[in-house]
């Protein structure tokens, strides 16, 4: 089974960009859909980004649509979301998860993905 360990975040100014990076581990390859998610003060957890292990499309939260990218690298050992005009003012922590069934479409629910990062998750402010 695949295990990851998200990484990257920090305080950036408004309009300012960071690089999360999902390292994993155990069984990887890039046929395993993976994803990043969000959490804020006193909201739901939500996806904002999202790739699939059957054809490596990609599922973007409207909000971030043209701001964020999701990718991996070739092997499929580590999954990067670049992050763009942060707002201001917009704190919340990230996590990134995978789904441990390989060739799986791209799924931006976070009950769907078993293989989560141990935590904390990754601050992310602006």
């Known amino acids: 089974q695949v295990q990851v360990v998200e990484s990257g975040g920090g305080l950036v100014q408004a309009g300012g960009s960071l ?6 581990s155990g069984r990887t390859s890039r046929r395993y859909a993976m994803g990043w998610f969000r959490q804020g003060p006193g909201k739901e957890r939500e996806c904002v980004a999202a790739i699939s292990g059957s054809d490596e499309k990609a599922y973007y939260k409207d909000s971030v649509k043209g701001r964020f990218t999701i990718s991996r690298d ?3 050992n580590t999954m990067y979301l670049q992050m763009n005009s942060l707002p201001p003012a ?18 931006p629910l976070a009950s769907a993905y078993a293989s989560w990062g141990p935590g904390p998750p990754v601050p992310v402010s602006s």
């Open 19 to 24: 690089r999360l990076s999902c390292t994993t």
């Open 74 to 76: 070739v092997a499929g």
């Open 90 to 107: 917009d704190p919340s922590t990230y996590s990134c998860a995978a789904h441990t069934r390989l060739g799986v479409p791209v799924v």
